[in-house]
């Protein structure tokens, strides 16, 4: 453990031991010592050198010297010195049933090529134990990178009993799970969605527990018909559920179009969730940032896969008043952390404002024949993206676009304590300069020191806990090779 890196103070055995004993404990307090806090809070900002007490399931205070205070008495003190403590990352959509078909197509050609290979070959076959595998382990591979949150978008709820396969797997995951329903493109399956969706709320607990529930749709009938298309019938079964919505494949005009169609009939707004949004018209962004509607950018997948334009609509998002969440969508085609997502954006964003304004100063140079007088006459610097916009992405803005703003996002005393230990002075990171541009553009899974969930340790000192993973491995290879030999034997492939 830690081979090649230095040990932190979670590598002594009786501290884990004794906060096993203590978990569930809602009078049990850790506190956090001597890291920086980077709370992701407005009010509170980011302490260079500060502490963070944990009282059950909620934070209990972020400041200096919580000792000298006497807010921390009888805490399981944690020396964080060396580490950042940041709020857990929250992955506002994924099809996480997909688990164990993990990078089948990573050079995926389009849209069509993803929905043709996984949505119409291999979904139909799918058992209610292969949806509990899959799940289970996309929701085991979040926690172990950061991810405290995921949304997972379930288009594979073929029976009842596919559906509680898919939210049993996020229960015993431990990861802060929102199992958003939907019934498959393709295939057989029993019509009980989205009726069914009220038994799953009855019987999982509602929002009683870590896993909450919201309605999942398309935007519009030109994948897999009108079903499974959003409009009044599906926002009336959401109101009456009292449970947010989820639309995916939103992009270009048809998109565009749906986006006023449910401006004119009111059901646009906070409780409901936009996935991509590429290639929107400006009249769809008008109504989305007027109404308050969320926005969740999946940066790999919709220039990986090529949605629409291909291009992550941060600067629309912006420019329409909305900040978005962020999204892994689809392992089969690409990587599952949230660094990866926090750098692509970052990345292609910027690119886009630096080209934006060349290609501005292009213009000017051919109609002034004089490549000096266009540079000054240029309308100014590439308006970039920095590192906090896109961790703020990853967390704050996360919490919002599931539902979960007034729980989650940040490290704010009161909200529910979903915390990343993240070690900062490991060959990668050291030494620690800039706080959020270490955790964004530095870090990554193997630095993923501690996680904590509702006050809870699923992570600790860099290794999961309570996963056999001997029995994991064989049990995502066995499920994959059913999945494999069932669909071939689906379509007489004899390949």
Known sequence: MHAFHRPTDTARPELLDLLRRTDGDPGRRILFTGATVVTMDPALGTLATGDLLVAGSTVAAVGTDLRARGDAAGAVVVDASGTILVPGFVDTHRHAWQGQLRRIIPDVDDLAGY??????????????????????????????????????????????????????????????????????????????????????????????????????????????????????????????????????????????AAVLDW??????????????????????????????????????????????????????????????????????????DMFTQMRALHAIQRMRAVHAVHAARGVHAARAGRAADAVRGADGPPDRITTADVLDFATRQGAATVGLGATIGTLTPGKQADVLMITADEINNLPLNDFIGTVVLGADARNIDTVLIAGRVRKWAGRLLDVDLPALRAEAAASRDHVHRAAAAATGDRG
């Not at 134990?129 to 379930?154: K, W």
């Not at 079964?237 to 639309?247: D, K, T």
């Open 263 to 336: 401006e004119r009939e009111g059901l646009l707004g906070d409780g409901l969730t936009l996935i991509h949004a590429t290639g929107l018209t400006g009249e769809a962004w008008r109504a989305i940032g007027a109404s308050g509607t969320r926005v969740s950018l999946a940066p790999t997948s919709e220039a990986q896969i090529g949605l629409e334009d291909a291009v992550p609509a941060v600067d629309e998002a912006l420019a329409a008043g909305v900040r978005p969440g962020l999204g892994i969508d689809v392992e089969v085609a690409l990587a599952n």
């Open 115 to 256: 929905v043709g290979a996984t949505l119409a070959r291999y979904a139909p076959v799918y058992r209610p134990e292969d949806m509990y595998t899959g799940t289970r382990l996309a929701a085991l591979g979040a926690v172990d990178a950061g991810i405290t949150t995921m949304l997972d978008f379930s288009h594979n709820s073929r029976t009842a009993a596919h559906s509680d396969a898919a939210v049993q797997a996020l229960v015993d995951s431990g990861i802060r799970g929102i199992h958003a329903a939907m019934g498959p493109h393709f295939g057989d399956w029993d019509r009980q969605w989205p009726a069914d969706l009220g038994r799953l709320v009855d019987r999982f607990g509602g929002g009683s527990g870590l896993v909450t529930f919201r309605l999942a749709a398309l935007a519009t009938a030109e994948i897999a018909g009108p079903a499974l298309a959003f409009g009044p019938g599906l926002a009336r079964v959401a109101a009456e559920l009292g449970v947010g919505v989820s639309v995916d494949a939103v992009f270009g005009r048809a998109s565009s």
